[in-house]
């Protein structure tokens, strides 16, 4: 079975700066998806972004990017630019391709604070 | 367009009480699926389906019933309430492998 962990349970970032979110994962199959999903205080699920584990150029989303190491089996999250709205938990999430169903195993969280 | 889909968003129960979660989606999605969020956690699967009349076990599935009877709704039993069950649930699907996962706003519900 599969297991993602976030080692960071909070993070705290300066309004305009940087701040990078890890995440580690544990699997035997070659062929995945990782995603970060981010969870405001409205408890929505919202997609950041999202990783094919076959493509060797990192995911890039506006203010959002990762720097995905297969080999080290690492998926970190870097938001630039911080903003308010960013303050939220943020999970990271694997997705097997070699299992049926859209199943995705979840990390613990990271709750990130961002102080104006 | 909706998306997903959830009722009720919030609901008290005591031990030993039944209900259903239901779940719903417009999107004519295939794959559904029910979690369950929980204090330093994550979010962990509950059941889940790839399609009307198809359904299967996740990590958590003891004291939940599912079905899929049409595309768009799946809805999640608890059979006999229990404190533990004290949890956010959400309900999240998909339109196949790989692609997006769109999630409800959750259900808390609380086991007294």
């Known amino acids: 079975a599969q297991t993602v962990t976030q080692s960071q349970p909070e993070m705290s970032v300066q309004e305009a700066e940087t701040v990078t979110l890890s995440c580690t994962y544990d699997t035997s199959e070659s062929d995945y998806y990782l995603f970060w999903y981010k969870q405001p205080p409205s408890r929505q699920m919202i997609l950041v972004i999202r990783?094919?584990?076959?493509?060797?150029q990192n995911a890039t989303e506006n203010r959002f990017s990762v720097n995905f190491q297969k080999a080290a089996k690492s998926f970190s999250l870097k938001i630039s630019d911080s903003q308010l709205g960013d303050a939220a938990m943020y999970f990271c999430a694997y997705r097997s391709m070699e299992t049926s169903g859209s199943r995705l195993t979840f990390g613990e969280g990271t709750q990130l604070t961002v102080n104006p | 367009n909706a998306g997903v889909t959830q009722t009720p968003k919030f609901q008290v129960l005591k031990t030993g009480q039944s209900m259903t979660l239901q779940c719903a989606q417009d999107?004519?999605?295939?794959?559904m699926s029910w979690y369950r969020q929980d204090p330093g956690m994550g979010l962990r699967l509950i059941h889940y389906?790839?399609?009307?009349?198809?359904?299967d076990q996740g990590e958590v599935p003891n004291g939940y019933n599912v079905s899929r009877s049409t595309t768009e709704d799946f809805p999640l039993r608890l059979l006999s309430a229990a404190p533990s069950q004290t949890s956010v649930y959400f309900c999240?699907?998909?339109?196949?492998?790989?692609?997006?996962?769109?999630f409800g706003p959750g259900t808390r519900l609380t086991v007294t």
């Open positions: 999107m004519n999605h295939e794959y």
């Open positions: 389906s790839v399609g009307a009349g198809i359904t």
């Open positions: 999240a699907s998909s339109y196949a492998s790989g692609y997006e996962q769109y």
């Open positions: 990783q094919e584990a076959y493509k060797q």
